[in-house]
């Protein structure tokens, strides 16, 4: 399971200082961040995920509260990041993921299909790419 400050240290690892409290990808160009199984965090007793909390801020607020004890209370900046994610049904240990965080992702859902693996990879990467021209250009 994924804990909140194992996200951020993969994304701050990705990224450069900028000026201030902004951080970028290397060279201010666009980063794009694939999450695979979402739905498989840390649940903690309360039955949150606080990793997809953090997820969630950074995709909506574009950026997050830094963890280290110095600097907690500083919100960290990030820009130029595009995210992508996927998942399993909610099942056999795999939860479902917050409403706050569905909102920010366009959403389709693959049942299972006569397709072989790559025609549905196929047709995955087509989607990903008009998506990528759109936003990216």
Do not use: C
Request: hydrophobic share 40%; net charge positive; aromatic share 14%.
């Amino acid at each position: 399971a994924t804990q909140p400050k194992m996200f951020q240290d993969i994304i701050d690892d990705s990224l450069e200082k900028g000026v201030g409290r902004n951080f970028y990808p290397p060279g201010k160009k666009t980063m794009l961040v694939f999450i695979d199984d979402i739905s498989m965090p840390f649940v903690n007793t309360w039955g949150d995920q606080v990793t997809l909390e953090i997820v969630r801020q950074l995709i909506e607020e574009r950026g997050y509260y830094f963890l280290e004890k110095d600097k907690i209370g500083d919100f960290k900046k990030i820009e130029n990041l595009i995210f992508i994610a996927a998942m399993g049904h909610p099942s056999g240990g795999r939860n479902d993921i917050p409403s706050r965080l569905k909102r920010q992702f366009f959403t389709f859902n693959m049942i299972r299909t006569f397709y072989s693996a790559l025609e549905i990879l196929s047709i995955i990467s087509n989607r990903i790419k008009f998506f990528l021209f759109i936003f990216i250009g």
